[in-house]
């Protein structure tokens, strides 16, 4: 599977953005999709996950900083993983990247992930 991230810029704070992911390779529907971050000088950090079939019952799940602000969705006929960024703050200043594993249970942790794609600067200014 490989991973094509996009969407990233320059936003004002309390503005948004969306960005996307573009997967290669079959059996999309089956993969949890996952989005990080990471921030200057900080370590990788979980922003939200989305397990297969999120249409017919499947889960989300968010970091509490990206909570009730951020939305991940994905479209598995299209191959795309996306993470809708509101009231965004400079706090939110990360290289974001999307990474994907073959489960169905949302994992938090870099490590647990099989597949990721290059980042995508998001530069939020105060």
């Known amino acids: 599977v490989q991973l094509q991230a996009s969407g990233g810029g320059l936003v004002q704070a309390g503005g948004s953005l969306r960005l996307s992911c573009v997967a290669s390779?079959?059996?999309?529907?089956?993969?949890?999709m996952g989005w990080f971050r990471q921030a200057p000088g900080k370590e990788r950090e979980f922003v939200a996950g989305t397990s297969w079939g999120v249409w017919s019952g499947g889960t989300t799940y968010y970091a509490d900083s990206v909570k009730g602000r951020f939305t991940i969705s994905r479209d598995n006929h299209l191959n795309t993983a996306y993470l809708q960024m509101n009231s965004l703050t400079p706090e939110d200043t990360a290289v974001y990247s999307c990474a994907a594993k073959a489960s169905t249970r949302i994992a938090t942790m870099v490590d647990e992930y099989d597949y990721w794609g290059q980042g995508t600067l998001v530069t939020v200014s105060s």
């Open positions: 390779g079959r059996a999309f529907s089956t993969y949890v």
